[in-house]
């Protein structure tokens, strides 16, 4: 920790100002607060929790969906367990569960295809959440699906692409920056060259950043550096796993089974081409198609500042649900959560909470 400690007064040497930086990535932000990295700063920096929790993000409309789709008795609903506990306007899975929905956790997408082949009878939707790291998975499964002609499995797609997302973030004047720690497993599939509109639309240093304590010190080094010498270039200080290009394969698989369409994020509304779906070669397997659901309007949470706090607006203990009757027990939010939700984080690993 000393290293780290002499590493953040170096940082906070080279900056000319106070500075707010914005890590993207769900993962980051909860190792910022593991790692006990905020405490090592100074009021001259700043750091700021930003839409990198796919789960977070997800409205409640497709919430509800889901748990409307498990509630069918001819359906098997197949999720990540980060999912299983998000609330929905109606309670959420695990509750729909309780109530004799038939709701599996898995651990891959191609496991849905084996729940699929297991069980002829039943319709099975796979809860297909995630930013473009999880996306090129369910392509394989989608792919995988057709291939073997299994004629019983569905994917509810609800994945979301980063660049419109913050594009909309960052045009909106909302919330000040002077940096971003980009997404270190976003940018394996994507590379890096897919965040160069932050440098040259919004003229803000960005740097990919791995998830070590010092990778991520090390990211935020690269930052004040730009920052220092006036400069604004997308920066790669996770060379380990992550290139300009990115993962051809993967993005080939993305571009062969979906394409991208308007969808809306919590907190930030309604982004044009910032979603993915099927392509019409692969809409036998689109869910929401096959099982059309009439459902009621969405209801959030009254209080819940999630959609404030994934956008940056809000801090978690500006939410005066927070730590009350908000907790990782009684989850209000799917902040609360996403083992990647900044609540979840904050409550863990933070100190505001205590009175």
Not at 33 to 60: A, E, M, N
Not at 172 to 183: C, F, K, Q
Not at 251 to 263: G, N, T, Y
Not at 300 to 326: N, S
């Amino acid at each position: 920790m000393s290293s780290l400690r002499d590493l953040a007064r170096k940082i906070e040497d080279l900056l000319p100002r106070p500075v707010r930086l914005m890590e993207v990535c769900g993962t980051h932000t909860v190792n910022i607060f593991r790692y006990g990295l905020r405490s090592l700063f100074t009021d001259k920096l700043t750091l700021i929790s930003g839409p990198g929790c796919p789960v977070c993000v997800t409205p409640q409309e497709e919430i509800d969906y889901f748990i409307a789709a498990a509630s069918k008795p001819d359906v098997i609903l197949a999720t990540f367990g980060d999912m299983i506990r998000v609330p929905g306007s109606q309670g959420s899975l695990k509750e729909a569960r309780a109530r004799g929905a038939n709701v599996k956790i898995v651990y891959s997408p191609l496991d849905a295809l084996k729940i699929a082949k297991e069980n002829p009878d039943y319709k099975v939707v796979f809860a297909a959440v995630g930013f473009e790291t999880t996306a090129p998975a369910v392509a394989v499964a989608v792919l995988e699906a057709r291939k073997e002609k299994i004629p019983n499995i569905y994917f509810a797609v609800s994945h979301r692409t980063m660049p419109e997302a913050m594009r909309a973030l960052l045009g909106s004047g909302e919330v000040r920056l002077d940096g971003l720690i980009l997404p270190g497993h976003v940018s394996t599939i994507t590379g890096a060259r897919y965040f160069s509109f932050v440098s040259e639309e919004f003229s803000l240093p960005a740097v990919v950043a791995g998830f070590e304590a010092h990778q991520i010190m090390h990211g935020i080094y690269l930052l004040a550096k730009q920052i220092a010498e006036g400069r604004a270039e997308v920066e790669i200080a996770y060379r380990e796993a992550v290139s300009w290009e990115g993962n051809p394969m993967g993005k080939q698989l993305i571009r062969k089974v979906f394409e991208p369409c308007d969808v809306r994020w919590r907190g930030l509304g309604l982004i044009p081409q910032s979603g993915l779906r099927l392509r019409d070669e692969f809409q036998d397997f689109d869910a929401k198609e096959v099982l059309p659901l009439e459902l009621p309007q969405a209801k959030e949470t009254p209080g819940c500042l999630c959609g404030e706090i994934i956008c940056g607006r809000a801090t978690p203990p500006e939410c005066k649900l927070f730590a009350k009757v908000c907790t990782p027990e009684t989850p209000k939010g799917p902040c609360m959560v996403s083992s990647e939700g900044t609540c979840a984080a904050w409550y863990a690993y933070g100190t505001e909470h205590v009175s």
